[in-house]
């Protein structure tokens, strides 16, 4: 388990100190904890567990679920028996990742205000209005809670792989006095790998959010439940937008009464 902890808490960039802090414990507490040398309490296994994203049965078994292997020119098809894991796992499809955010550049990646934080909410908006509507996800993208909003874990190396290959042009730049990371597309999205219902879902993301600065549509982001819920650096639950309030529901409940 410690190995299994020490993992963890490296995938998803956690202090020793952050996640002590979600224990209630003293960093040294949970140094011993990582190390083998005191242990894990149920209590604070079903803790960690959430933090994680995971259930506490495969938390206990050293299962990651959302484990993922960042290599989009070796990624496999999904194997049968994955259709029996939990819907609220995010399952990437990193090949539509990339096909999306090639898409969004397309079209507001130009405007001065969409830099790297912009895109970030983006895509969470994306992703969680898609799966609230549909009960299914577009992306399924990991998103973690940080200070200015939801985080994709994968955004870095999915953009590391595309600067890589020439699919997309980072700029660094500054919008009003802040620093910006822009991305220009330099080849166009595959449109054919979205359907028809999806390319609709992400036309109406952008054309509501796709004009505000970074500032405002972390503001935004700040006030919707899935971020409201859970504790800083924590991996952010599908299934909570279905506690969504009035401000931010994009489905309409009242037809399945």
């Known amino acids: 388990m ?7 808490r490296k995938k998803y960039n956690f202090s020793q100190e952050d996640i002590a ?6 960093r040294q507490t949970y140094a011993q904890i990582e190390a083998g040398k005191v242990e894990l ?34 990624e496999k098809e999904q194997k049968t028996e994955e259709a029996d894991i939990r819907i609220c796992v995010p399952q990437k499809n990193l090949k539509k ?3 999306i955010l090639l898409y969004i ?10 830099g790297e934080t912009v895109i970030y909410k983006l895509l969470y908006f994306i992703d969680f209005d898609f799966y609230e509507k549909y009960e299914k996800q577009i992306i399924g993208a990991t998103y973690i809670k940080n200070h200015y909003g939801p985080t994709p874990v ?10 890589k290959n020439g699919e997309i042009e980072l700029i660094k730049s500054k919008y009003f006095q802040y620093p910006q990371r822009k991305y220009l597309p330099r080849k166009n999205a595959l449109l054919e790998s979205l359907s028809a219902i999806e390319k609709e879902h992400i036309d109406e993301v952008l054309n509501r959010l796709g004009h505000m600065s970074a500032n405002e549509i972390s503001n935004y982001s700040h006030g919707d439940i899935p971020w409201k819920s859970h504790n800083q650096k924590e991996v ?3 299934e909570s937008v279905f506690y969504r309030d009035d401000k931010y ?3 309409s409940y009242e037809d399945n009464l």
């Open 2 to 8: 410690n190995n299994f902890l020490k993992k963890l």
């Open 105 to 114: 550049l397309e079209k507001v990646g130009a405007r001065p205000n969409i």
């Open 236 to 238: 952010i639950s599908y």
């Open 21 to 26: 802090n979600r224990l209630s414990v003293s």
């Open 41 to 74: 309490t149920i209590s604070r296994a079903k803790k960690l567990a959430k933090m994680f994203g995971l259930n506490l049965e495969d938390f206990i078994a050293e299962r990651d679920e959302k484990a993922v292997k960042i290599n989009i020119k070796k």
């Open 154 to 163: 994968e955004f870095k190396s999915v953009v590391e792989n595309m600067i």
């Open 249 to 251: 529901s994009v489905k």
């Open 97 to 99: 990742f990339q096909e």
